[in-house]
């Protein structure tokens, strides 16, 4: 009993195989489970942290420390002994422990803007991130569509094999009856266990296809599991300006120069900081003191990088020419996926069309194959002509199943080109 109560707790530990899946559905896996995905909430934690750094640049800096020394020699005063002023005697020891603070007052809002540039950062590393999980949406793409094509040539085969096999049985019946030659049955035979062989191939190739698909979305799946055909309502579009995350980060880019060119302009004005120093010590500012005693310092201090202003400058002007380059940029990936949407499309319209025409083939080869049928039964025709007939009407049918699949491919290649991932949307 305690053996049965381990194994069913054990059954229940075990993931669960779903039953079927959506391309959306896989989609949605690689966007919140992939490493990747784990890696864009790591970048939060990260973006979090070095503003939080980068804030504490406003906050009074404090500096403690602590010194102990011996010299050689000390201050010497030229007064002759035995006077009535006798100099005061110095320690060659000394020991000294301070607290130096400084405050900025004004540094042209310098921390401000690192702050938000920090922000600006970690969001573009989280746009990059979502730029690999795009590109892994297409390959996912391909995987699964892959699948669903093998899926119908193995359908188209078994469709074939069981073509095969109800005539093999009409032709057996002739062959004992004397009406045709054994070797019209062996031909059919033989065709027979062809598509057992191409039959096995398509089945090794579906099974790879769902492990490599069972990876991607890191869930464990079957050949037993359904993969849905995309079945949204597909338009065509060119607004992928919204979608795309390429574009996105384009945008961010830009702000990120915006800022950098803000900290430049800080750098041109002076900085203003109120400092103090805190001691325990001897000596100390009055050197003539040789007891332990405390003291201190306080001021203001402003400060002005003639160089760095002038480097300020320059660097603005770096950062215009980057934002040209980031507007280059962005209208060469503009072109290319016009082109690649144009391209698509044209497939898209192509298929719809063969798909049309399929159907009147099909009908036709039906008509055909029906007529050579009963012909090889009559001893008309020969178990060849009745192959070559049959595998014409087989081809039409895999032709026409293939392009239906390809169609829902392109039309799922075509919104990754947009940027639309879940129903027709991002």
């Avoid at 000596?283 to 007891?291: I, K, S, Y």
Wanted: aromatic share 8%; charged share 25%.
């Amino acid at each position: 009993m305690i053996a049965a109560v381990i194994f069913s707790v054990l059954i229940g530990l075990q993931p669960e195989v779903p039953d079927s899946l959506t391309l959306e559905y896989c989609y949605d896996r690689i966007e919140n489970h992939y490493p990747l995905a784990q890696k864009a909430k790591l970048q939060n934690k990260i973006t979090e942290l070095n503003q939080r750094i980068a804030g504490r640049a406003a906050y009074p800096q404090v500096d403690v420390g602590a010194t102990a020394t011996y010299q050689s020699e000390v201050t010497d005063l030229p007064f002759p002994s035995g006077g009535q002023f006798s100099p005061p005697n110095l320690s060659k020891d000394q020991y000294k422990v301070t607290m130096d603070v400084s405050q900025t007052i004004y540094n042209g809002e310098a921390v401000s803007i690192r702050k938000r540039l920090e922000g600006i950062k970690g969001i573009q590393e989280k746009q990059s991130i979502e730029i690999q999980l795009h590109d892994l949406k297409e390959q996912l793409n391909q995987i699964y569509f892959g699948i669903l094509l093998a899926q119908k040539q193995l359908q188209t085969v078994e469709t074939l094999s069981e073509s095969l096999r109800s005539q093999i049985e009409e032709v057996q019946s002739k062959v004992r009856n004397g009406v045709l030659l054994p070797s019209q049955q062996y031909i059919l035979e033989a065709e027979l266990i062809k598509t057992k062989q191409d039959s096995s191939e398509i089945q090794a190739n579906i099974q790879s296809g769902y492990k490599v698909l069972g990876q991607l979305i890191g869930q464990e799946i079957t050949t037993s599991t359904e993969l849905t055909s995309p079945s949204h309502d597909f338009q065509f579009s060119k607004s992928f300006e919204a979608l795309r995350p390429e574009f996105q980060l384009f945008e961010t880019n830009r702000r990120a120069l915006d800022l950098q060119q803000e900290l430049a302009q800080s750098q041109k004005t002076p900085s203003l900081s109120a400092f103090g120093t805190a001691a325990y010590g001897r000596p100390g500012f009055n050197v003539f003191e040789n007891d332990l005693h405390p003291y201190y310092i306080v001021g203001l201090k402003v400060q002005w990088n003639l160089w760095g202003a002038q480097n300020a400058g320059t660097q603005q002007q770096i950062y215009d020419l980057q934002q040209q380059k980031i507007g280059q940029e962005e209208r060469a990936f503009e072109r290319q996926l016009k082109g690649s949407l144009g391209k698509v499309q044209e497939r898209i319209e192509s298929l719809e069309d063969q798909i049309t025409r399929d159907k009147e083939i099909i009908d036709l080869r039906k008509k055909v194959v029906a007529e050579k049928s009963s012909q090889l039964k009559n001893g008309i025709v020969t178990a060849t002509e009745y192959v070559t007939e049959l595998h014409k009407a087989t081809q039409a049918r895999l032709a026409m199943l293939l392009r239906k699949t390809n169609l829902a491919q392109a039309q799922a290649e075509y919104n990754i080109i947009l940027g639309r991932t879940n129903n027709g949307n991002k």
